[in-house]
């Protein structure tokens, strides 16, 4: 049987590491954010429509989804 | 030179050709055949089994279509030496970075759940339980990639891609009509006219040609197997072959639901077996293998994608020539991806129709980012130099770029909403 304080042991030891392991990941998207903060690519008014289209057709995607599911709870 | 010397040297001149397409044949092969997936080929046992032959011209069609898109990531792969997930990070930004890779991982993870219940339902035919196919087939796959080789891994699964050829013998034995076949399958037709039920089916056979994971796996593949700048050409070989692999592969499953379940409405490929063992119980039990073999390949191909991605993105090691020890991460990626899919499979009362559903719908968001980043990444003559898009590329592609974004958007909404568009 393990007892209360072998619990809080437990929780002390993993929480911890459950701690460490999101803060090293949580570093590491920050790093990764940081190094591909700005676009390389050149940004020719070509590229950005089709950045800006595609865009507008992901928005448009995500509205679909959303009524999809506000009718499926309705 | 007479006739004699000539022929040798000729002969010489193919046996040196053959060596070394041999040698750089693989990503576009592997790729093109693993396309052929457990929902692929239901896709082609519901089409044979609802149209007959008569879509066979559509399917040819789509084989130009695949080579297209591929043959862009063979040249990226080359010249950048880049996956696709790193080069989107590099040359968009975070943003769509972070919306490329986490959509790919997502679609990955619930396409690899359908393999699974490809793979289930084909051995279950033969009696076995759904838990020990999960069980040997993780092993297996984890085998297969342990050797810290990329070399062999190709191999290894282009012996499995081989076993997806066994649909020919399978159509040999249900002795189809060729002349019916040349007829009705040929020449371009709409049976029926052109109603809204042909147009789905069309749209689900365009969505099971191109998918998201195999721009990002055969770019990633090119730079795992070290291709460069000079074997391109020899990359484009390795994709027209593989595109007429997947074509052969999908015509010939056409060919034998076509003749035996002409006039059936089919909504799997396990449901097209059991229908057609007792009509024909060895084209059963060979179109049991393929189906098995074809989430076999594609849970393999589709997990590496996923590996190669995270480590791309996270700057792990990640590549198949690493052992597991230099490569942790890279590895434990591909199994918690493969194990956690198995397990899904084994839920019971898993809304498995609704995964299935599900990723037609989420790799509709992502197809048309992959595409268009793609041609734009070609375009750019700073990273692809004299290797960028000609004239005629960008016709070709762009073309077909926007006919796969449309129709695929149709094929989405009309899942996500059926009846909207009136069929």
């Known amino acids: 049987m393990v007892g209360g304080r072998d619990m809080v042991e437990i929780e002390r030891i993993f929480g911890s590491r459950i701690g460490r392991v999101l803060e090293g990941l949580t570093d590491k998207i920050a790093e990764i954010n940081q190094r591909y903060a700005e676009p390389k690519i050149t940004m020719s008014p070509s590229v950005k429509l089709a950045l800006l289209l595609l865009r507008l057709y992901l928005v448009f995607l995500v509205l679909l989804l959303a009524y999809k599911f506000w009718t499926m709870l309705g | 030179m007479d006739f004699g010397s000539t022929f040798f040297y000729k002969y010489r001149r193919f046996v040196k050709a053959l060596k070394i397409y041999l040698l750089l044949a693989g990503p576009g092969l592997i790729v093109m055949i693993a396309d052929n997936d457990a929902g692929g080929i239901t896709t082609y046992a519901a089409t044979g089994a609802k149209y007959g032959y ?189 595109s007429v692999f997947t074509v052969v592969v999908a015509v010939f499953v056409i060919i034998v639901t076509g003749t035996l379940l002409y006039g059936q409405n089919i909504n799997d490929a396990g449901a097209a077996i059991l229908a057609i063992i007792p009509v024909n119980s060895y084209a059963g039990v060979l179109l049991a293998i393929g189906l098995f073999d ?48 198995g397990c899904v499979v084994l839920i019971p009362r898993a809304p498995l129709v609704l995964i299935t559903l599900f990723v037609q719908v989420i790799a509709v968001t992502l197809l048309p980012a992959a595409l268009v980043f793609l041609i734009i990444l070609l375009n750019n003559e ?30 989405g909404i009309s899942t996500l909403f059926p009846g909207i568009l009136g069929w």
Request: charged residues 10%; aromatic residues 16%.
């Open chain 2, 54 to 242: 008569n879509l066979i011209w559509f399917l040819i069609l789509l084989g130009p279509v695949a080579y297209f898109v591929q043959e862009m990531t063979v040249r990226l792969g080359a010249v950048t030496k880049r996956g696709h997930a790193e080069a989107i990070f590099d040359a968009f930004g975070s943003f769509w970075g972070w919306f490329s890779f986490l959509d790919l991982a997502l679609v990955n993870w619930l396409t690899i759940i359908t393999e699974f219940i490809g793979m289930t339902a084909a051995l279950s035919i033969f009696g076995i339980p759904p838990v020990l196919t999960v069980i040997i087939v993780s092993l297996v796959m984890m085998g297969i990639v342990f050797s810290g080789r990329y070399w062999t891994w190709e191999k290894i699964t282009m012996v499995f891609c081989l076993i997806n050829l066994i649909y020919i013998p399978a159509t040999i034995l249900v002795h189809p009509s060729v002349s019916a076949i040349i007829h009705n399958g040929f020449i371009p037709n709409f049976p029926g006219g052109f109603t809204g039920e042909l147009f789905f089916f069309l749209m689900a056979n365009i969505g099971t040609t191109i998918a998201p994971w195999m721009i990002f796996f055969q770019q990633s593949a090119v730079v795992d197997k070290q291709i460069k700048e000079k074997d391109i050409p020899w990359g484009k070989v390795d994709t027209v072959v593989g």
């Open chain 2, 294 to 341: 074809a989430g076999f390949l594609g849970a393999v191909c589709i997990a590496l994608t996923s590996s190669w991605a995270f480590g791309e993105v996270f700057g792990w090691a990640h590549s198949l020539n690493y052992k597991v020890k230099e490569a942790f991460w890279f590895y434990v990626m591909y199994f918690v991806g493969l194990i956690t899919a």
């Open chain 2, 382 to 411: 700073e990273i692809m130099g004299k290797y960028k898009n000609t004239l005629f590329d960008n016709i070709a592609n762009i073309s077909i770029v926007i006919c796969i974004i449309i129709l695929s958007t149709l094929f």
